[in-house]
């Protein structure tokens, strides 16, 4: 959430900001002056009231102490009182008004990020490696994983349907040996806290890191219950410090988890329908950062090169691209995208997002931090990045790392995990 404080001063850089994001800022603003000067106004004369009724009501004790008679004065303090307290009222009702607004507001690009219209003025910041060369007609991970056995499609649609998977055997290995590695590399190097997380939030978390209220129908709710799937594990582990207050001496703050998470991905009909890339559960390692905000943009760029690392040491060709202002999240101010090549599709694919919300989550989770010397707290400033996408990365094994007799090598980093150097054909 932006701060109140900030909109109100900055209107027209707010305005126009948003215009760079490709939004229309008298949608998400255009009644922002006047519930804010009605609220201010509202707070204002219930203050006034109620020094008033106060004056008064010690008149009242006076005259009383005095023997004198105080029955009007008495009607008028009540009068006062049932006016504060229709101004309170009044003024609590626009509170929330302003509230539920501000919460629609995403946040502010850096001045740093470009401005664009669409995904297309992604700028490109680096690549990593060379993509694989191939003997042979390189094909998708769909047809591999199906070819040995260890990716089942068809049977995890007769369980649960359409964007769902099934591993089997050294598919299903693969997929632990990726999370074990990716864990062991952020804990032992990267100098991260792995925590196992709850896979299920309150509505206090999914509003903490502003998946609600705008993206309740990209999330799965349980019935009866106030209790969502989480869609990453962003959502706990930033939440692990809500309505607390953290030292300096904290910061930075590095945290990582890995979970399964559930998306509806309610806006995504007709993408992606073939193979893994776009499922309603997938397993993710997440780096999370609660960062002091003059160093935040330093711990963003670590944040992303630990991301990195991973693709590095599986020796997996990649590369980074700065979202322009359009393509950004609703809560990030600056973002990079890592994308990994996949040779069976040819093209290049998102692995990982590393974020900068600045304090936008923390405002709303109430996350903040007490500077040295200072008696006043100040909000964190929180990051986040997939550290990595763990199926993504699977399925880029498969592609980059495909033979010619059908077979899968597996990367150096991995087969200490894996107890194997290639995936072959399954018995079935």
């Not at 999240?329 to 919300?357: H, M």
Request: contains cysteine.
């Amino acid at each position: 959430m932006l701060d109140l404080g900030f909109v109100r001063e900055h209107l027209p850089e707010v305005e126009e900001r948003l215009r760079q994001r490709g939004m229309n800022p008298e949608e998400l603003l255009g009644g922002f002056r006047d519930l804010d000067a009605r609220r201010r106004q509202a707070i204002h004369a219930a203050e006034t009231v109620k020094a008033e009724r106060n004056k008064k009501s010690e008149e009242v004790g006076r005259r009383k102490r005095a023997g004198e008679d105080a029955a009007a004065l008495m009607e008028e303090t009540k009068s006062l009182r049932e006016e504060g307290e229709r101004q309170e009222k009044l003024a609590t009702q626009l509170e929330e008004e302003l509230h539920a607004l501000m919460s629609q507001i995403p946040n502010l690009p850096h001045a740093s990020v470009p401005v664009g219209r669409s995904e297309h003025d992604n700028v490109e910041v680096r690549r990593w490696g060379t993509p694989a060369t191939f003997s042979f007609e390189p094909i998708p991970h769909w047809e591999i994983g199906e070819q040995l056995g260890v990716l089942d499609l068809d049977r995890a649609a007769k369980l649960s349907g359409a964007r769902f998977a099934v591993y089997w055997d050294l598919g299903a290995k693969l997929e632990r040996a990726l999370a074990n590695f990716m864990l062991d590399l952020h804990t032992a190097e990267h100098g991260y806290t792995e925590v196992l997380p709850p896979y299920m939030v309150n509505s206090a978390s999914m509003y903490g890191t502003g998946q609600l209220p705008k993206f309740a129908g990209d999330s799965f709710k349980l019935q009866d219950h106030d209790l969502w799937l989480v869609p990453t594990a962003e959502v706990p582990l930033t939440n692990l410090y809500r309505s607390e207050t953290l030292e300096e001496n904290q910061l930075p703050l590095s945290v990582t988890a890995y979970t399964p998470c559930f998306r509806s991905e309610a806006g995504s009909y007709g993408k992606d329908v073939r193979g893994i890339i776009r499922q309603h559960q997938f397993q993710k390692v997440e780096l999370v950062k609660f960062s002091h905000p003059e160093r935040s943009y330093e711990d963003h760029e670590k944040l992303t090169r630990d991301a990195e690392t991973v693709l590095q040491r599986l020796g997996l060709h990649y590369r980074v691209v700065t979202l322009c202002t359009a393509d950004l999240g609703f809560g990030s101010a600056k973002t990079y995208d890592i994308e990994v090549w996949l040779p069976g599709q040819q093209l290049f694919r998102e692995i990982s997002s590393c974020s900068n919300f600045e304090s936008f989550q923390a405002r709303r989770a109430n996350i903040r931090f007490h500077p040295a010397g200072k008696k006043k707290s100040e909000f964190v400033h929180t990051l986040n990045g997939s550290g990595l996408a763990v199926g993504r990365t699977w399925l880029a094994i498969l592609e980059n790392y495909q033979q010619e007799d059908g077979s899968v090598l597996i990367p150096e980093a991995l087969r200490s995990y894996m107890g194997v150097d290639r995936i072959t054909s399954r018995k079935k």
